[in-house]
């Protein structure tokens, strides 16, 4: 092996650490407020034993709507069958809610995956965070991310939708162009190498300001 190809896999190394570090660190914080919301319970209870009390109706209903919304929050809004999947998911969702872009995600993994949870990681987080970014060039209200996936057969299907401020990007060789900065490119490649490995198929289309990202991984 070449010292290039040795440098160039040092340095996907480095970013795939990273990147797993934060998705963990995005989980971690979905339940450090999950946790919160629990250690509180009592506290509202106590509360509401008050109110009852003084038989105030309207300010349980108040206080009632107020933990409603709270608690949508943190609970979990996509249940694939698959706890990572879940995990990096929801963690995701809630990034890109914070950011203003809207996510349409219709996910279901209905049997125990072959592929390891570190691959599954890697793939999911990486098209997320692609998505997420290229979403920020546009207006709030044109911020779109389509999720979808599920077994067609025997192989998972995964493909992520998301628009973009160019009609078409420019393909250089089996990728599109990209003017981000330099650590972009090795989740693309991160993502390439897992799918090549597991003997799946990729394709990546840019149509009328629409960038899909679709794959296939045999679970057999």
Request: one cysteine or more; a neutral charge; aromatic letters at 6%.
């Amino acid at each position: 092996m070449s010292l290039i190809s040795k440098q160039i896999d040092k340095r996907i190394a480095a970013y795939q650490r990273e990147l797993i570090e934060t998705h963990y660190q995005e989980v971690e914080n979905m339940y450090r407020q999950i946790r919160g919301w629990r250690h509180d319970y009592r506290n509202h209870i106590q509360t509401m034993k008050v109110l009852a009390a003084n038989g105030d109706m309207e300010g349980i209903k108040a206080y009632l709507d107020e933990l409603d919304t709270d608690l949508n929050r943190v609970d979990t809004v996509v249940k694939t069958g698959n706890p990572m999947a879940d995990a990096i998911l929801n963690s995701k969702l809630s990034l890109a809610r914070s950011k203003c872009i809207t996510v349409r995600c219709d996910a279901h993994i209905p049997v125990r995956l072959k592929m390891s949870e570190l691959d599954l990681c890697c793939i999911i987080g990486n098209l997320f965070d692609n998505a997420i970014e290229a979403s920020l060039s546009l207006p709030e209200a044109e911020r779109l991310i389509r999720v979808y996936m599920d077994m067609k057969g025997t192989q998972l299907y995964i493909s992520f939708t998301n628009f973009t401020s160019a009609k078409k990007l420019t393909k250089v060789g089996k990728r599109f162009q990209t003017s981000k900065g330099e650590g972009h490119g090795f989740g693309l490649v991160r993502i390439d190498n897992i799918v090549e490995r597991l003997d799946g198929y990729l394709s990546r289309n840019s149509e009328d300001g629409a960038f899909t990202t679709e794959i296939l991984i045999p679970q057999i």
